[in-house]
DNA sequence: AACTTCTACGTAAACGTTTACGCAAAAGTC
DNA sequence: GACTTTTGCGTAAACGTTTACGTAGAAGTT
């Protein structure tokens, strides 16, 4: 129903051709009909279809963003840099939920493969090996947000979770603190589980204090909920703590509610550090110091790794974002 | 590069008419050559090109979704329910990110209107005028989420923010409150600001409390920040208050970080209710009592309607979703 | 004036599908 | 066995673009 090139061709007495070069700013056409065409464009309120550009350039002008969660605060801002940056460069993008679900995720990659999709941003999760054969096969642009793989070549943007984490339990000892825990998530991840389990031993090794199984506690995942039971368990197991390093913020807000629950004050008898900065981290009381990931800006990265790649043709390099500790008031110098 | 449908034809010595008969099941073929095209499928690993069905069909299984915010968790959630029913119906979702800027949801509309989606979820905020015109001349189904229209006839899908503001009122003097303050969002926005000031109003009347205008204060918006100084507002022209009813739970968690500031205890100080039941609803500390809008839910009917409309041609009818309150700590009974 | 070179177009094929139409052979009917 | 009907398939047009190629006339060159 809506108006076609060949619409516009008839009413301005040109060729499709010349339209089409017209839209597309070629040489080939003299500025008088340039400005009939054009007059003759905004007449019809006439506007080109990308699908049938699509096909013939065999370019969407849109990127898949593969996401494990969708009502995520920590997704929700990768995707507000994702978006941002796509934006500008002209694209759109298709986000996929995939629930970390191995089979709904290859349904995702099917579909976005045949719809043609010109990128792929696969955020925050274990890049199969399935996945990655799939992926290689459509031949386009991919790369990996918030987590890395150590088997397939694929560029990655991410924060040094090792560094981080190093630099998290640092920050507590130079506050005085030497009776330390952490709650970590899961352990089985090699993504962002076990890097920041070592960090944070390697620091408090190398600062001379010595780290017992009991300090840690290693919950499913990094949610509210691990959290809550993390610390209790935590806590049981290692009263003597007089600080707390939560391998998230999500873990960090659980673990304020059971100490709440227990009677204990942030920082007064405990003191927390966090890991991310969601916006959460501000909201809570006391605001959570935390160690930043800028999740934007990996959002922004990614995607124009993806575009450029797309113009190049050359895959792109991994990128490492830097942290940054931000001082709130959940951590207290110890006297 | 990849094989096409011609591909499949020749080597399986069909015509591609065939191909295609097989692979959207119609009739006109026998089962010996339904098996030999589907094994040929198979081998050389063929999939359909959405984007030339797309062409042909004139639906590309796509529907765009616009939001005013990104990492906002009220969008997320939104978004997750969308994203799910789409996904069930076979679609994918086009996220825009509007910023409730004009200009920017005039460009996306354009690109939306180009790349030929199916329909538009329409997301809080105020659909103007020019959104409409350019939106009813592209003949495609549109749904209004966590919004409405008064001026355009277009369905919406909402709870009803009068009467669940009431509820929430009315929840305050049942627990024997009879000072209730209320920070609300917008005093302009007449969607999801002044039926909550009114539904807040007409409850205390009703129970024969007269309301003084220094009992509601009025934010720019519904977030953190807007609920850290209202509530302080709030308590300056009107320090006697016993409870309160925040705009949304972001204004509710806002109060607490006063609230705590100035040594005030919730809810043994002072009793607060929120509005949406966000998952920080039940991160903060104490829990929050708040009036539940089911935001998944809302998402997934807005993007149900949509396809109905899609079938129908029908437009669909706009629907109320219940509205529920969710009782936790952060209201005390008044002795 | 007789060339070459540009400029400003138009024609038609191509992108990868779906589908209306046509037709030969198989199957059914009497 | 002479029909009608059905089944199984192929041909070709259409969807709305881009673009390689061709060409008539204008402009430049000698």
Redesign the pocket.
């Known amino acids: 129903m ?5 619409d516009v ?1 008839k009413k301005a ?9 017209i ?2 700013n ?9 400005k009939k065409v054009l007059t003759v464009i905004e007449e019809l309120g ?4 990308a ?3 699509g ?4 370019r969407t002008h849109t990127i898949g963003v593969l996401v494990p969660a969708l009502s995520s605060m920590f997704v929700a801002e990768v995707l507000d840099g994702i978006e941002k940056a796509a934006n500008e460069a002209g694209s759109s993008i298709i986000v996929c939920h995939t629930e970390s679900n191995g089979e709904k995720t290859m349904n995702y990659l099917q579909l976005l493969n045949e719809k043609r999709i010109d990128g792929i941003i696969f955020t925050s999760g274990i890049l199969k090996d399935e996945y990655y054969e799939f992926t290689s096969k459509m031949k386009i642009p991919m790369v990996l947000l918030a987590t890395l793989s150590h088997k397939h070549p694929v560029p990655y943007v991410k924060v040094d979770d090792y560094k981080a984490s190093y630099a998290a339990a640092e920050y507590l000892v130079a506050k005085g603190h030497t009776k330390i825990g952490m709650i970590s998530g899961n352990k089985m991840d090699i993504i962002a589980g076990i890097p920041r389990i070592e960090g944070f031993k390697k620091a408090l090794e190398d600062h001379g204090i010595s780290v017992n199984e009991k300090n840690v506690v290693y919950c499913e995942g990094f949610a509210f909920l691990d959290g809550v039971e993390g610390s209790r368990k935590l806590l049981e197991q290692n009263p003597e703590l007089t600080a707390i390093f939560a391998a998230s913020d999500e873990l960090a807000i659980g673990a304020y509610s059971t100490l709440y629950q227990m009677d204990l004050r942030v920082p007064d008898d405990l003191s927390i550090i966090g890991y991310d900065n969601l916006s959460i981290a501000k909201m809570s009381i006391p605001p959570l110091t935390t160690v930043e990931q800028p999740l934007i800006k990996m959002g922004e990265e990614a995607a124009r790794m993806v575009f450029s790649m797309l113009e190049s043709g050359e895959a792109a390099k991994s990128r490492i974002m830097p942290h940054q500790m931000i001082e709130r008031l959940s951590v207290k110098e110890k006297g």
């Open positions: 809506p108006y076609t090139i060949k061709a007495n040109v060729s499709i051709a010349t339209v089409s070069r839209l597309n070629q040489t080939g056409y003299s500025e008088k009909t340039k006439y506007h080109p279809n699908v049938a550009r096909l013939v350039n065999k």
